[in-house]
């Protein structure tokens, strides 16, 4: 007896929700004590690597969200780097009120978008490179953050790099 095809049956009255506290989080809040409260949004390689152990370290900050692709990802690096919750949509990082500032470290297809909407939620924005892949995506990002006086930084941690210096000494 072959099967040629297999249904799933799925428990309807289970969880739908994309967001989830992590176990062992302390709750805190940048309105409760002055901390500044941070949601992160991607954690590829860069992110785990650098940028999340180094938000981790800090005392100073709230570590309120994660926001991954996929939930398991999302939970065991909430968890490994003290934050108190992940997601697998932006919009629950970009939705809290302690959270002020947005770290965007996802696909680079996606950093203006995510930028553009972090600084309409009343965000400031530290953004990966590159800003946007298209020139009219850069500028939106630049004029939306003039326009309301927000903080964008822009992560280029090459420009240290001693290729690039080299590359720049040719030119200047």
Known sequence: NKS?????EYDESASQSTTFAVSGATPGGASQDGRTGVAVLGAGNYAKGVLLPAIAAREDVDKRIVVTATGASGEHTASRFGFQTCSTDGGQALSDPAASLAVVATRHDSHAELAHKALLAG??????KPIGIRYDEVQRVIETAQEL???LFVGY??????????????FV
């Open 4 to 8: 040629i095809a297999i249904l799933f």
């Open 123 to 128: 965000k400031a924005v530290w953004l990966e």
């Open 149 to 151: 006086g927000s903080y």
């Open 157 to 170: 941690n090459r420009r240290f790099s001693s290729h690039a210096r080299k590359i720049q000494s040719m």
